[in-house]
Every structure is written in structure tokens, then in C-alpha cells.
T-cell receptor, first 113, second 112 residues
Framework: DAGVIQSPRHEVTEMGQEVTLRCKPISGHDYLFWYRQTMMRGLELLIYFNNNVPIDDSGMPEDRFSAKMPNASFSTLKIQPSEPRDSAVYFC???????????FGDGTRLSIL | EDQVTQSPEALRLQEGESSSLNCSYTVSGLRGLFWYRQDPGKGPEFLFTLYSAGEEKEKERLKATLTKKESFLHITAPKPEDSATYLCAVQARETSGSRLTFGEGTQLTVNP
């Protein structure tokens, strides 16, 4: 079975540009999570969805970040405008249901110049 | 606020030299504790879930245990391919539903 698929794998862009990260969760999984990983702060939850509905967005840094899940097989994380401090690896994960293991994609390495 | 502390930050072992990694947690009502392995350039890979104190899980050379304050990941006779960063995470009653709080990880290197 295919795992969580993220695109792009790498993104390099200039400050001020809009960035869109994409995620396809594992089929049948009800939960989808967006994380950010940096050396300074480790792995942090940004937002998660249950059945396409955002449940907890308290980890979203500021209004420049937004996430959507228009259907069960697709989610986006958008940063507009981007800033150098947004540079990090962004992971998407999905789980079958609550308290079940989260399965991670291989991430998007984002560099904002 | 949920807190997860892993120790040591880094560990170097010789092949065959058994050891343990520690994950200490402070949460209000643990629902589950998760262990993951992360290789460079990859996402975390799920290893174990532990739900209650006294529970143990095993997989090949790895064994995870849980008490009311901490979890250990025991590595028996490790091989170079066990080299990775090991992360633990907790899911707690007081926090929002399915939120996981991760520790900083232990970077394990096994030399041949």
C-alpha cells in the first residue's frame, strides 16, 4: 500500500513568495496532521484534521499559515507571504483513527531565501 | 503543559553493545506513548505504542517498556543499521484530542 505522499520534496523560494505544500494521506485514514521540524524546536504539530474538518490549529505560527483539506485524499499547507524563519522540514502524517499510530510522509524541505 | 524529555541526546555504541534510551514525560493523564525511528532525510517511522504502565512491546532487537513517569527503549546487540534518531511522543487527556507532543530525540550511532 502507498504511504503518505508529500510534494514537492524540496522547495527553494524567495522571501515574500507564496508556498504551497501538498499531502495525500493513506487511503481510509480519518486523521491528517501537519508538522514542522527544525533543529531548534524539534517536531511540532501545526494543525490536524478529522474527517476533513480542522480540529486543532493552535500550533499554526501566525496568519501567514493556512491549511485546507477539501477532500479525504488531499490537503494543502500554504504560507503567504513566506519568510526566512519559515525554513524547515514540513511533514504530513495520517492515522486510521484516534490513538492509532501516525504514519509520516518523507517531508518537504523548505528553504526561504 | 505536556513535557517530554529524552536522554541521552546522542549515544554511540559498538556493534553488539546493548543499551537503553530514556523518555521521561509529564502529562495529565497519559493516553498513549509512541516510539518512532527517523533516518536522515526521511519521516519518522512508527515502532511501538504503549498505553499503560507495565506494558512491554518487542520487535527484533528493540523492546519498549512503560512506567508512570518514563519509557525505555532497550536495544539488544545493536547492528549498524539500527543507527538513527529515536523519538518518543505522548498523547494526553488534557491536550486536544489526537495531538502528539514529541521529545527532542536520541541520536544513536552503532559502529561496526
Amino acid at each position: 500500500d502507498a504511504g503518505v505522499i508529500q510534494s514537492p520534496r524540496h522547495e527553494v523560494t524567495e522571501m515574500g513568495q507564496e508556498v504551497t505544500l501538498r499531502c495525500k494521506p493513506i487511503s481510509g485514514h480519518d486523521y491528517l496532521f501537519w508538522y514542522r521540524q527544525t533543529m531548534m524546536r524539534g517536531l511540532e504539530l501545526l494543525i490536524y484534521f478529522n474527517n476533513n474538518v480542522p480540529i486543532d490549529d493552535s500550533g499554526m505560527p501566525e496568519d501567514r499559515f493556512s491549511a485546507k483539506m477539501p477532500n479525504a485524499s488531499f490537503s494543502t499547507l500554504k504560507i503567504q507571504p513566506s519568510e526566512p524563519r519559515d525554513s524547515a522540514v514540513y511533514f504530513c502524517a495520517s492515522s486510521l483513527r484516534d490513538l492509532q499510530p501516525q504514519h509520516f510522509g518523507d517531508g518537504t524541505r523548505l528553504s526561504i531565501l | 503543559e505536556d513535557q517530554v524529555t529524552q536522554s541521552p541526546e546522542a549515544l554511540r555504541l559498538q556493534e553488539g553493545e546493548s543499551s537503553s534510551l530514556n523518555c521521561s514525560y509529564t502529562v495529565s493523564g497519559l493516553r498513549g506513548l509512541f516510539w518512532y525511528r527517523q533516518d536522515p532525510g526521511k519521516g519518522p517511522e512508527f515502532l511501538f505504542t504503549l498505553y499503560s504502565a507495565g506494558e512491554e512491546k518487542e520487535k527484533e532487537r528493540l523492546k519498549a517498556t512503560l512506567t508512570k513517569k518514563e519509557s525505555f527503549l532497550h536495544i539488544t546487540a545493536p547492528k549498524p543499521e539500527d543507527s538513527a534518531t529515536y523519538l518518543c511522543a505522548v498523547q494526553a487527556r488534557e491536550t486536544s484530542g489526537s495531538r502528539l507532543t514529541f521529545g527532542e530525540g536520541t541520536q544513536l550511532t552503532v559502529n561496526p
